[in-house]
């Protein structure tokens, strides 16, 4: 059976762009398709929703793909999210209604892709016959499949088989599936299902063509892809790659050059722009089935450095976090911005003294040796950063740790560690509480408040949720006689985040009452630094 090349760029890759692509990039794209033989585009969603603006392709409206030029030899498809046709429960005729109310003779729709989750499939299901006789081809695309059991998908090839569906889709949507198991999931719904099928796969592992290639061997021909795998999270199986794959040796592939034309003068710009594509965040977020939209937050958030994200990552894959819940994410952020709380009084031991904070730079391993050297002649008050280890333990006094999901994938390496944890132990979840109820705590209180530094008895404010603040509020609070930085490197190039940290040191120095603070390993951060070797002379 012939395969059949559904691109889906303009409806998945507005994930990227809500969905408002400019009408020279879409006329080029469209030209590129039908040159390039590719047989659907799915140009995007169909939706009623209306919160927060989306571009024209959220919605895909008759009104509007009028005004598009779609070449002749192009089939055009719309996809719904099945939660749309139902409504307490059930489906909804006049839902669709409002969705459809053209017949496909008066649309330049010919296909609708209903997505929708195992729960809502039968409900669903109920949409088939009235598309049908609005003269619509109709497919249905099971998201997360992979998260349902082998009962599940037996049923979805048993409840398809009552329809006639022209096409039965399965994805990969949080990009974990493996050839084998793709091998497995068409095996149990074929046990029902007999019509053609689809997959769409995810590049989370870097196996989005293999999985579809591993599929289309095993007679599943509708085959779905992206330019550059244009696409939520990491994106998709590639176009202009999936149709080279398909090549027979015998094929011209001078059709493919305006497809690549298309890529230099259009996609590859956006690629750098938005950043898709596998990484290895969404490699985890494949392999411990998280969803995507997750990663995609916090790559787009400066706020998180690569350890809140791994820390993030590492409290979601417990969770069986199948949808994208925006309020958990920033729940997980600003956690501190209730009223701060603390029993622990910093100036019983910092008063008037120096304070070594160890950051977690290679500064602190480097230079170790000088380090310790300050340490013994000196005897200042020795801060290390969550679980930094790069000097002899017996030197380090105290640890500082305060983000809740940090010190939740942290727990059983600071069990194992000698020194007080400093931490805002009352204001933390009872989980956390709990990983901790045999470690020594000295318990200061943290309140997030932007773009402020605040020192108080058994608390701080601080401007944002990073160790390094709360180690700063800390040493403020403590009124310390001075800072120095260890392992405070900083980052290369015009790495943003280097601005984010000199605007908190700098918020810092000119906060009333802090403490003067130097640099004592190599750092591009603007601070005053000194040689950690000087000062041993």
Same mark, same amino acid.
């Given at each position: *059976?012939?395969?059949?090349?559904?691109? @889906?760029?303009?409806?998945?890759?507005?994930?990227?762009?809500?969905?408002?692509?400019?009408?020279?990039?879409?006329?080029?794209?469209?030209?590129?398709?039908?040159? #390039? %033989?590719?047989?659907?585009?799915?140009?995007?969603?169909?939706?009623?929703?209306?919160?927060?603006?989306?571009?024209?392709?959220?919605?895909?409206?008759?009104?509007?793909?009028?005004?598009?030029?779609?070449?002749?030899?192009?089939?055009?498809?719309?996809?719904?999210?099945?939660?749309?046709?139902?409504?307490?429960?059930?489906?909804?005729?006049?839902?669709?209604?409002?969705?459809? /109310?053209?017949?496909?003779?008066?649309?330049?729709?010919?296909?609708?892709?209903?997505?929708?989750?195992?729960?809502?499939? $039968?409900?669903?299901? +109920?949409?088939?016959?009235?598309?049908?006789? $609005?003269?619509?081809?109709?497919?249905?695309?099971?998201?997360?499949?992979?998260? @349902?059991?082998?009962?599940?998908?037996?049923?979805?090839?048993?409840?398809? #088989?009552?329809?006639? &569906?022209?096409?039965?889709?399965?994805?990969?949507?949080?990009?974990?599936?493996? =050839?084998?198991?793709?091998?497995?999931?068409?095996?149990?719904?074929?046990?029902?299902?007999?019509?053609?099928?689809?997959?769409?796969?995810?590049?989370?592992?870097?196996?989005?063509?293999?999985?579809?290639?591993?599929?289309?061997?095993?007679?599943?021909?509708?085959?779905? #892809?992206?330019?550059?795998?244009?696409?939520?999270?990491?994106?998709?199986?590639?176009?202009?790659?999936?149709?080279?794959?398909?090549?027979?040796?015998?094929?011209?592939?001078?059709?493919?050059?305006?497809?690549?034309?298309?890529?230099?003068?259009?996609?590859? /710009?956006?690629?750098?722009?938005?950043?898709?594509?596998?990484?290895?965040?969404?490699?985890?977020?494949? %392999?411990?089935?998280?969803?995507?939209?997750? &990663?995609?937050?916090?790559? #787009?958030?400066?706020?998180?450095?690569?350890?809140?994200?791994?820390?993030?990552?590492?409290?979601?894959?417990?969770?069986? &976090?199948?949808?994208?819940?925006?309020?958990?994410?920033?729940?997980?952020?600003?956690?501190?911005?209730? =009223?701060?709380?603390?029993?622990?009084?910093?100036?019983?031991?910092?008063?008037?003294?120096?304070?070594?904070?160890?950051?977690?730079?290679?500064?602190?391993? !480097?230079?170790?040796?000088?380090?310790?050297?300050?340490?013994?002649?000196?005897?200042?008050?020795?801060?290390?950063?969550?679980?930094?280890?790069?000097?002899?333990?017996?030197?380090?006094?105290?640890?500082?740790?305060?983000?809740?999901?940090?010190?939740?994938?942290? @727990? +059983?390496?600071?069990?194992?560690?000698?020194?007080?944890?400093?931490?805002?132990?009352? *204001?933390? =979840?009872? !989980?956390? +509480?709990?990983?901790?109820?045999?470690?020594?705590?000295?318990?200061?209180?943290?309140?997030?408040?932007?773009?402020?530094?605040?020192?108080?008895?058994?608390?701080?404010?601080? =401007?944002?949720?990073?160790?390094?603040?709360?180690?700063?509020?800390?040493?403020?609070?403590?009124?310390?006689?001075?800072?120095?930085?260890?392992?405070?490197?900083?980052?290369?190039?015009?790495?943003?985040?280097?601005?984010?940290?000199?605007?908190?040191?700098?918020?810092?120095?000119?906060?009333? !009452?802090?403490?003067?603070?130097?640099?004592?390993?190599?750092?591009?951060?603007?601070?005053?630094?000194?040689?950690?070797?000087?000062?041993?002379?």
């Amino acid at each position: *059976m012939k395969n059949v090349i559904l691109d @889906c760029t303009l409806r998945d890759g507005g994930y990227y762009n809500n969905w408002d692509f400019p009408m020279d990039l879409v006329q080029d794209y469209l030209t590129a398709m039908e040159d #390039s %033989k590719i047989d659907i585009v799915e140009i995007g969603f169909r939706s009623l929703l209306n919160n927060g603006f989306k571009g024209p392709y959220a919605y895909s409206t008759d009104g509007f793909l009028n005004n598009i030029d779609i070449p002749e030899k192009l089939k055009i498809c719309v996809m719904v999210n099945g939660t749309e046709l139902i409504k307490d429960g059930e489906y909804s005729k006049s839902r669709l209604d409002l969705l459809f /109310p053209n017949t496909s003779l008066n649309s330049k729709v010919d296909i609708v892709r209903i997505a929708c989750h195992y729960k809502d499939f $039968k409900e669903a299901l +109920k949409s088939v016959n009235p598309l049908l006789n $609005k003269g619509y081809s109709v497919g249905f695309n099971i998201m997360q499949i992979a998260q @349902c059991n082998d009962d599940e998908i037996i049923s979805v090839g048993l409840d398809a #088989s009552k329809y006639n &569906i022209d096409v039965l889709y399965f994805a990969d949507s949080f990009g974990g599936m493996t =050839p084998s198991s793709v091998e497995s999931i068409i095996n149990l719904l074929r046990l029902n299902w007999k019509g053609q099928m689809g997959i769409h796969t995810h590049d989370n592992m870097g196996l989005a063509l293999q999985n579809t290639i591993k599929a289309n061997s095993m007679g599943v021909t509708w085959l779905d #892809s992206t330019v550059t795998g244009m696409g939520r999270g990491p994106g998709n199986a590639k176009t202009e790659e999936l149709i080279m794959e398909l090549f027979n040796k015998n094929e011209d592939l001078s059709k493919t050059a305006s497809l690549l034309k298309l890529l230099k003068s259009h996609f590859i /710009p956006l690629q750098k722009s938005y950043e898709w594509g596998k990484n290895p965040y969404y490699f985890l977020s494949g %392999k411990f089935g998280i969803h995507p939209s997750y &990663i995609q937050k916090m790559l #787009s958030d400066s706020r998180y450095n690569e350890t809140d994200m791994l820390a993030v990552i590492n409290h979601l894959k417990g969770d069986g &976090i199948r949808k994208y819940n925006e309020a958990k994410l920033n729940s997980i952020l600003n956690f501190y911005d209730k =009223p701060s709380k603390g029993t622990w009084d910093p100036q019983s031991i910092i008063k008037d003294r120096e304070v070594l904070i160890l950051g977690t730079g290679p500064g602190v391993m !480097n230079h170790r040796i000088g380090i310790q050297d300050y340490i013994k002649l000196k005897n200042p008050i020795v801060i290390a950063l969550n679980t930094q280890c790069s000097i002899d333990s017996e030197l380090i006094d105290y640890r500082v740790a305060c983000h809740p999901v940090r010190l939740l994938a942290d @727990c +059983k390496i600071h069990t194992t560690l000698n020194q007080p944890l400093i931490t805002p132990f009352s *204001m933390l =979840p009872n !989980n956390v +509480k709990e990983e901790f109820k045999n470690k020594s705590i000295l318990d200061f209180g943290i309140k997030i408040h932007h773009n402020n530094f605040e020192f108080n008895l058994n608390s701080c404010v601080v =401007p944002n949720h990073l160790v390094m603040s709360y180690a700063f509020g800390i040493a403020g609070s403590g009124k310390a006689s001075k800072i120095l930085l260890a392992g405070y490197d900083g980052y290369k190039d015009e790495d943003p985040r280097n601005d984010e940290m000199n605007s908190i040191i700098k918020l810092f120095v000119n906060t009333i !009452n802090s403490p003067e603070i130097i640099a004592v390993t190599p750092t591009r951060y603007d601070l005053l630094c000194q040689s950690i070797y000087s000062l041993i002379q």
